[in-house]
């Protein structure tokens, strides 16, 4: 059975940063591309970023290039995104994504001051 667990959300003031973790489980991790998608209130979902299987190409959505920075641990089944310079509009529940549309419960980033 897939499972994505994320964790790492929070409150943060503009400008802030966070660190969201995925641990991903039930299928061959190094096997495939992971992706970060998010979800604001009110709003439909918006990919943010992936990355290749062994992590040598990443990809982002121009709202965030620049700002934050995707990764993966193959040895412990592990992607990330960094967020830095976090703005209010980034605000939104943060999904990490596996091929085959799963997706994990979330993790909620509110950017507020």
């Known amino acids: 059975e897939v499972q994505l667990v994320e964790s790492g959300g929070g409150m943060v003031q503009p400008g802030g940063s966070l660190r969201l973790s995925c641990a991903a489980s039930?299928?061959?991790?190094?096997?495939?591309?992971m992706s970060w998608v998010r979800q604001a209130p009110g709003k439909g979902p918006e990919w943010v970023s992936a990355?290749?299987?062994?992590?040598?190409?990443?990809y982002y959505a121009d709202s965030v290039k620049g700002r934050f920075t995707i990764s993966r641990d193959n040895a412990n089944n592990v992607v990330y995104l960094q967020m830095n310079s976090l703005k209010p509009e980034d605000t939104a529940v943060y999904y990490c994504?596996?091929?085959?549309?799963?997706w994990g419960q979330g993790t909620q980033v509110t950017v507020s001051s």
């Open positions: 994504s596996a091929p085959g549309n799963y």
């Open positions: 039930g299928f061959t991790f190094s096997s495939y591309d």
């Open positions: 990355i290749n299987t062994g992590g040598g190409s990443t």
